[in-house]
């Protein structure tokens, strides 16, 4: 008796074999030598519910394990991992990548037309390269300022911690440190970033870690160009160990003409000077947090002025002297009587008193050869005054003297 193809036979057919996972780094693990179990049609995907083959490993010492969420086909189709559904090229959101690059999903939501939609999928990926994404929005778009300055340029292990410990959390954990789940205290439950949905991150919808990079792209500063429009140096820094002016000169010289480029291997850093301000304020705009060479995001400032750090150095060197209490903020010209003497009655020079202005008629350290000032242009005597502590009598130093001297006597 023939035995008829029923309904499961054929959905059999369309399930998902596969040898080997498609993951990102960060979740692979830094281990070259890592260990997975594979289990055929083990488990559903969590996106067009059909059985596919699910990868389960270790990525690391003191890591979780993890395993595969999602099949191959609906991780082709949107260029994800299929553990933690981050595109693989920029290691960010989908939602995030699909707003940069302006891209359309057009997958459908309903579970019979997109299970149609999957299957005529998977035949057309069979017939032409799997390792490339399907989606020809992917293809078409290239990479945008958004995606440059959010991507990962090296793999986040941190994402593969353990759990938090529940029995920690209350108290009753007892295996110490040879417990495999972290003693910490648990995320906030009013957070948005505990309330995360596998199926809002593939469809880009809603997706609280999108959001928060959003905010971060939107709250990153700009460099404004210096008032000083005579400066058109840049200053390159955190550069790879092995890079040399040649390849730097190479990835600055499509912004404009350059007039010099000067390396420092031992600070790892380099200065670039453009012929005009013009190219210079167009490389600092194209290359600010979005250079990237050898997995390392260089940093772009703006040079110095010369003529201000030439006059910032002067200042720097520059003694400083505190004031003296009791010393006017300016002291006041010498009297200008004292200028008219023949040179023979001039006062005797490196007088203090004299030179500084601080004697007055009738008082100390004023000349006893030198009379009042005569004449109708002579200025008024100057009141009587006391520029230091030490000469005021009132003071209580000058009262202890005096009651010394009586007990002495």
């Given amino acids: 008796m023939a035995v008829s193809k029923t309904t499961n036979t054929y959905n059999r057919q369309n399930w998902e074999d596969s040898d080997f996972p498609i993951l990102c780094q960060t979740c692979l693990g830094d281990n070259p030598y890592v260990r997975m179990t594979k289990e055929k049609h083990g488990k559903e995907c969590k996106i067009c519910v059909r059985p596919f083959t699910v990868f389960r490993w270790c990525p690391g010492s003191r890591m979780r394990f993890k395993k595969t969420e999602i099949c191959q086909t609906c991780s ?192 790892q850093c380099a200065f670039v000077q453009y012929t005009t301000r013009s190219a210079a304020e167009h490389a600092a705009e194209k290359t600010f947090n979005r250079l990237v060479i050898g997995e390392k995001r260089l940093t772009i400032k703006w040079g110095k002025s010369q003529g201000r750090q030439g006059a910032n150095e002067h200042n720097d060197m520059a003694p400083r002297l505190e004031p003296v209490p009791g010393l006017p903020g300016t002291l006041p010209p010498p009297p200008a009587f004292l200028h008219s003497f023949p040179p023979q009655m001039q006062p005797p020079p490196n007088r203090t008193n004299d030179f500084f202005n601080l004697h007055h008629y009738g008082g100390p350290g004023w000349p006893a050869w030198v009379g009042p000032p005569m004449g109708p242009g002579a200025p008024p005597p100057a009141p009587a005054g006391h520029h230091y502590p030490s000469q005021d009598p009132s003071r209580l130093g000058a009262h202890a003297h005096a009651n010394a001297l009586r007990t002495q006597c």
């Fill in 76 to 267: 082709k189709l949107k260029n994800v991992c299929q553990t933690c559904l981050l595109d693989l090229e920029y290691g960010l959101p989908i939602q995030v990548r699909d707003a940069a690059l302006k891209i359309q999903d057009d997958l459908p939501r309903n579970e019979v037309n997109k299970e149609y939609y999957i299957q005529n999928l998977d035949s057309q990926m069979s017939k032409c390269d799997a390792s490339q994404p399907s989606n020809s929005a992917l293809k078409s778009k290239g990479a945008s300022d958004l995606l440059s300055r959010l991507a990962r340029t090296a793999p986040y292990y941190k994402r593969n911690r353990p759990h938090v410990c529940s029995f920690w959390v209350k108290g009753e954990c007892r295996r110490g440190e040879e417990c495999p789940y972290r003693h910490e205290k648990p995320t906030d439950p009013d957070d948005p970033l505990a309330d995360q949905n596998i199926k809002d991150r593939y469809y880009g919808v809603n997706d609280p870690v999108a959001e928060k990079l959003m905010r971060r792209a939107a709250a990153m500063p700009a460099l404004l160009p210096p008032e000083d429009n005579t400066v058109t140096t840049l200053y390159v820094g955190n550069l790879p160990d092995n890079i040399n002016e040649e390849e730097l000169r190479g990835h600055f010289y499509q912004y404009g003409e350059i007039r010099s480029v000067t390396l420092v291997s031992r600070a």
